[in-house]
């Protein structure tokens, strides 16, 4: 199944009845408040995602800077490692 972009619901026909059903109109303009959601919603995600992977990015780089300031004793009286 095809993925659902904000493009299809604008483009979304339905057929007109005149004895009954609902009024295009509204159809037409919830759909255009739907696609606005979608718009809305597909750019949030990007930004997260693009900062997602600047953090992983940056952790990635931390470890590797930090990896011989491991120690193996312990403090007493303490839960960090020194």
């Known amino acids: 199944m095809q993925r ?7 483009t979304a026909t339905f057929d007109r009845r005149r004895w009954r059903g609902l009024d295009p109109d509204q159809v037409y303009a919830y759909l255009g408040r739907v696609a606005d959601e979608m718009e ?3 750019r949030d995600l990007a930004t997260v995602d693009a900062e997602g992977q600047r953090i992983r990015q940056a952790l990635k780089q931390w470890q590797s800077r930090h ?4 120690h193996t004793s312990v403090a007493a009286n303490s839960r960090w490692y020194r």
């Open 67 to 70: 990896t011989e300031c491991r």
């Open 40 to 42: 809305r919603l597909t």
């Open 4 to 10: 659902l972009l904000p493009r299809h619901v604008r």
